[in-house]
């Protein structure tokens, strides 16, 4: 093989050693969620509204209701969830949710998860799912 000419500036590229990153808590909008943590990855991170991050739930976490504004996605990095219709997803798995989705995901083994935000996730804090899905 030829050798070839580095044409990298190392200046433009970001590595982040995810094992070392440092989680903040999970507030929005003055929302506390307890058990939840998030990591900026991407430049524009910008917690429930766009970007890419870690988001990290410990065991027992139960995430709030929210509307996604747009398609989120997500790839689960370690452990598990389940969603609030009773799916539950495991690492290596990948999931989209559609714009208009309303949903909450519990935890109860703990888990880390690669998010990518589209647009503003609703926090619907003061209302049930039942509540919600009934609008």
Not at 71 to 90: A, P, R
């Amino acid at each position: 093989m030829a050798e070839r000419k580095n044409m990298l500036d190392a200046s433009k590229r970001k590595i982040v050693a995810v094992g070392k990153v440092r989680y903040l808590p999970y507030e929005r909008d003055g929302v506390k969620v307890p058990g939840m943590s998030w990591a900026p990855l991407s430049v524009d991170a910008e917690l429930g509204r766009r970007g890419r991050l870690l988001l990290r739930m410990e065991p027992g976490c139960e995430g709030p209701v929210h509307r996604h504004g747009d398609y989120d996605e997500f790839f689960m990095i370690e452990g598990s969830l389940v969603d609030s219709d009773g799916t539950k997803v495991t690492a290596g798995d990948y999931v989209v949710f559609e714009p208009g989705t309303i949903h909450y995901t519990d935890s109860p083994e703990g888990c880390v998860i690669l998010v990518t935000y589209m647009a503003n996730n609703e926090l619907l804090v003061s209302e049930s799912l039942e509540e919600v899905s009934s609008t």
